[in-house]
């Protein structure tokens, strides 16, 4: 199967006629109001990348089907379990049975679940829940890295750890090409960041969050727009490449 890379580079030659889709990434002008990324639609190279509008504010990710929680009763062990968000969104517990979990933060299924239990069973219960796997947690690392994939991150995963789950760079990755794809609102977004300075503490090292998509370009490849809109159709493939427990 061609890699990514290849397939890139034969997406650059073919695009080579088109003087506005092969314009580098520098000379393309990012957008900055987050106003007019929200009401966008197609892919918009920015300087930075926005966290999550469901994330903004200090809100949380909301939960979703297959996510695992562990549940936890202060002070009564008999009512602790681990549990599997289903295909219909509910958690199963006892004594109060199927309970809506899916779109629900953590905080708001621990306050319906004290509820719930302070309702009949238990006196001024305290409910802790703790996403043990989360698949709205996970990102994909394609491009020019050693092991390309789809993986698990905790919520506080930064860039850097992002590129050395994929075991860092293979000989031809080229730091100063780490691109990272985010959904905004009705919009596909896309920055470029320079990992080698991040390193040297010359930049941030940015948050990733579940949904990103990172692709590594080789060194001596030419970025422009439609090598990044290829990137990602092939990156967000999942059949491209294994998706790590």
């Given at each position: 199967?061609?890699?990514?890379?290849?397939?890139?580079?034969?997406?650059?030659?073919?695009?080579?006629?088109?003087?506005?889709?092969?314009?580098?990434?520098?000379?393309?002008?990012?957008?900055?109001?987050?106003?007019?990324?929200?009401?966008?639609?197609?892919?918009?190279?920015?300087?930075?990348?926005?966290?999550?509008?469901?994330?903004?504010?200090?809100?949380?990710?909301?939960?979703?089907?297959?996510?695992?929680?562990?549940?936890?009763?202060?002070?009564?062990?008999?009512?602790?379990?681990?549990?599997?968000?289903?295909?219909?969104?509910?958690?199963?517990?006892?004594?109060?049975?199927?309970?809506?979990?899916?779109?629900?933060?953590?905080?708001?299924?621990?306050?319906?679940?004290?509820?719930?239990?302070?309702?009949?069973?238990?006196?001024?219960?305290?409910?802790?829940?703790?996403?043990?796997?989360?698949?709205?947690?996970?990102?994909?690392?394609?491009?020019?890295?050693?092991?390309?994939?789809?993986?698990?991150?905790?919520?506080?995963?930064?860039?850097?750890?992002?590129?050395?789950?994929?075991?860092?760079?293979?000989?031809?990755?080229?730091?100063?090409?780490?691109?990272v794809y985010r959904n905004f609102g009705q919009s596909r977004l896309v920055a470029n960041y320079n990992v080698e300075e991040i390193r040297a503490g010359k930049n941030r090292n940015p948050r990733i969050y579940g949904g990103d998509?990172?692709?590594?370009?080789?060194?001596?490849?030419?970025?422009?727009?439609?090598?990044?809109?290829?990137?990602?159709?092939?990156?967000?493939?999942?059949?491209?490449?294994?998706?790590?427990?």
């Amino acid at each position: 199967m061609p890699t990514l890379a290849a397939l890139l580079a034969l997406s650059a030659c073919a695009s080579s006629s088109s003087t506005s889709s092969t314009a580098s990434v520098e000379a393309l002008q990012p957008t900055s109001s987050l106003r007019a990324l929200a009401g966008g639609g197609a892919l918009q190279v920015v300087k930075d990348l926005p966290a999550p509008q469901n994330t903004q504010n200090g809100s949380e990710q909301p939960l979703s089907a297959n996510d695992v929680l562990e549940v936890s009763v202060f002070q009564v062990d008999n009512l602790n379990r681990t549990v599997q968000v289903d295909a219909s969104g509910q958690i199963s517990l006892p004594l109060i049975g199927a309970t809506i979990a899916a779109g629900k933060t953590v905080r708001q299924l621990e306050k319906e679940i004290e509820t719930a239990y302070g309702a009949k069973y238990l006196q001024s219960p305290d409910v802790t829940i703790f996403v043990k796997e989360s698949v709205g947690q996970r990102i994909t690392v394609d491009g020019e890295v050693n092991r390309a994939g789809i993986y698990p991150v905790s919520s506080s995963a930064s860039l850097l750890d992002a590129i050395a789950l994929a075991g860092g760079f293979n000989a031809v990755g080229d730091g100063g090409k780490v691109f990272v794809y985010r959904n905004f609102g009705q919009s596909r977004l896309v920055a470029n960041y320079n990992v080698e300075e991040i390193r040297a503490g010359k930049n941030r090292n940015p948050r990733i969050y579940g949904g990103d998509v990172i692709v590594v370009f080789a060194s001596k490849s030419k970025i422009a727009m439609n090598n990044l809109k290829d990137a990602l159709g092939l990156a967000s493939s999942a059949a491209r490449i294994a998706v790590i427990p």
